[in-house]
Structure formats: C-alpha cells, structure tokens
C-alpha cells in the first residue's frame, strides 16, 4: 500500500537535490571545519555557504546565524539565553498559551528559578490580542517570545504589530518561526523580528539540524559549553551535512515559495471545502486567515481521535490528532483548549498538514476514507 502522507508539520521527507548536497559531506568531504587541511577548509568554505543561504531566506545578514541541533535547542538558547544574560535589568518574560512545547517548558523551567512568565490567551481564531500584550508589559519584561505560526492549527500572528510594540518598549522579540520557515514570506528586516528560530527537518532537511537567528547587538548566554564553534556561542563539531542540508533546503524554500503557497493552499482549500460536503458535524479550528497554506483542523464531533488516526493508518494515510509531541498523552492539545474547545471536541481533532508533493487526488483518497471511517465511528458508538 502506498503512504499518503499529510504530517508535515510532525516532518518531511528529505528532498533529493538537498541529499544530493549532503552526500559529499558525508563521504570525502568529512573534514572538521575547524582543521587547517584542505578537507577541513572546504568543510568551513560550506559551513559559511549554507549561513548565507539561511540568512537569504529570512533577509539578515549571515553573522546573524547560528547553526543548532535543532528547533528545540534554538527555542531553549532564545528563551534561556536572553532570560539569564539580560537578569540583571528584569526577569520578565511574555509568552502565549498556544507555544510549542520547546518554549511554553523552557518558560515554565525558569518560573522554578524565580523568573515571572506571563502566558498570552487567544481568541476563539487562535490569535493574540495586542491590547492585553500592551497590558502585559512589565518594567521588568525582558522578552517577549511570540510563534509565528502554530503547529496544530496553523494560524499565523500578527509578527509586524507585535515586534512594533516591543521595540516600542525596548524589550527583545523573538518568534518560534519553525512552521513558518518555507510557508510564509519571512523578513525579519522589515518585520522587526530581533530572533527567529527555524528547524530542518520542517522543510525538507533532515532532522537534526536547526538556526537561530539573533539580531546582532543582542547579546545571550551561551548553551552549550565547549569549543569555540558558532562564535563561541553553540560549541560542538558542527554537524556539516545537516547543515548543508538546511542550507540547500532554504534556498530551494525561497525560490518555490510563491509556487509552494499556491499549490498547498489549493490542495488545502479543496480539502476543507471536500470534508465540509461530506461529512456532517465538522467544525474547522482555527481562522481560516491568516493562516498556514498547508494548514487543515478539524474536529468531528462524536469522534475519537485516536480511533480515528488507527483507522486511517490501516488505509495507508499519515495525520496527526494534533501536535506529534501530545500523541501519546492522554491530555487534551492545549492549543485547542486555549481556543476555547472542550476536552471532546479536542479529542476530536485531526490535523492535516499538506505539502509540496500532494495532489488532488490525494486528497479525494483522504477524504473517501474519511468519510467512510467516520460513519462507521459514529455507528458503532
Ligand atoms: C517542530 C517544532 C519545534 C521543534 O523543532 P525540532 O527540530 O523538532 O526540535 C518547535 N516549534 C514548533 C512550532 C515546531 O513545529
């Protein structure tokens, strides 16, 4: 049976032409960026090839980049970086209720160390309101850490108003970019991002890998202790061809990206209208704009997620019942509480997420399947 795969916001595939890049980093080309050989040099020549590319994708410059082991670490070097280096004038953070876990544990880590976190609601659309942003801004806050597009139900946030506001009161902005990265027009220049982090295996690199962008001037706390890598601020070997996977991948992002946006939402947009057709008691979570292109959630009411998932693997088909991270736990998604679900219609979710290899007649399986398993949850309830 073939894979229908519509989790791209859990991963994607590596793309061919990014392989392609990697391979001689893997083979002859192993040297340590930081010898003085030849092998070693043409490791630091593609080391620094791959931070411009980065940078591109995003419009800063490349001494702004510094390459991580993955989204994660680049949410925890943001939050935890800024919060202990900055100490001294405050130890306030805002943040929103609907973050990924990689911040929302990182906030909750340094509560236990005295820090103050305040977290953000949203409204039913999954979006912040900038007054109570404006109300929540403290003497003391030292950063304000706001994603730009949420992993379970795609909405995206207003980044330009909120960077606005913050530089209003000279407080440090940084965004959870990871979904966003390859999806959405990104310039932090214009949009007064201060930090930005991204992660490879979201689009189209391996897992492994990941970026933070920090506006230069803005100085943190280094996360990892070691050798003098990354301007001595992330130590470790550098992991050349994740890297020079991630960099491949963002410059393909950025050529694509217009034709990238259209298709998903194309292939999105009939999805949606398909399931509202077919299938009874449905309910989209989430604005419809702005939003992820490749962004679809659902709730069925009447409908366990879980069963729901089970069934559709039997068919071949890869969703997600809301963030990968929360499979597994038996809790509702907190992003669809904060929107104001209850814990069934949470428990009813399903999550697509397209991506650039999906068709049309993808989603006629999809939605064929769906309609069929649904009828036959409800039933034998
Ligand atoms: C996936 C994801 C992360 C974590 O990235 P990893 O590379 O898997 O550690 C952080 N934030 C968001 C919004 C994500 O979707």
Sequence with gaps: MDIRYFDHAATTKVKNEVLEEMLPYLKEKFGNASSMY??????????????????????????E???????????NTAIKGIAYAHSNKGRHIITSKIEHPAILNTC???????????????????????????????????????????NEIGTIQPIYEIAKIAKMYNIIFHTDAVQACGNVSIDVKKMGIDMLSLSGHKLYAPKGVGALYVKTGISFYKFIEGGHQEKNKRAGTENIPGIVGLGKACELAQNNLENNIKHLKEIRDYYISK??????NVTLNGAIEPRLPGNANFSFENIDGEALLFNLDAKGICASSGSACSTGSPNPSHVLLAIGLNEKLANGALRTTFGEENTKEDIDYLVDNLENIVKKLRTTK
């Design 38 to 63: 030849t092998i070693g040099r043409e490791s630091k020549k593609a080391l620094e090839e791959a931070r411009k590319r980065v940078a591109k994708l995003i419009n800063c410059n490349a001494s």
């Design 65 to 75: 980049i510094y390459f991580t082991g993955c989204g994660s670490e680049s949410d």
């Design 108 to 150: 909750k880590n340094l509560e236990r160390q005295g820090f103050k976190v305040t977290y953000l609601n949203v409204d039913k659309q999954g979006i912040v309101n900038l007054d109570e942003l404006k109300n929540s801004i403290r003497n003391d806050t030292i950063l304000i850490s706001i994603m730009f597009a949420n």
């Design 275 to 280: 399931v509202k057709e077919n299938i009874p």
